[in-house]
């Protein structure tokens, strides 16, 4: 069991426990943070659109071509835009900090 820092739309930070296999946006929803993730993770909706810190950004898989068109249909495009739907958590990811992006 893990952890990652999850900042929402008010200012305020969450620690949330994170384990190995869950998706970013399973973590963010089992801890009942606002994440509608309304595809259920099929990369479809971008409801679940966050922005991973910059120290972690760089260590991630890159964003697939369906990934790149999505975050950048939401309007709100960061070059640290992700789905958190798309990144599964891993010891190595522990002590990630993220973002939620506002609502699509
Ligand atoms: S949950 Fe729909 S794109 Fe991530």
Known sequence: MGVIHALDRDGVEHALPAREGLSLMEILRNAGLPVEATCGGQ?????????IDPHWADGLTPRT???????????HFRETSRLACQ???SPELDGLKLELAPEY
Do not use: N, W
């Open 43 to 51: 990369c479809i909706c971008s409801t679940c659109h966050v922005y």
């Open 87 to 89: 990144i599964e958590f």
């Open 65 to 75: 071509p369906t990934e790149q068109v999505l975050v950048e249909d939401t309007g």
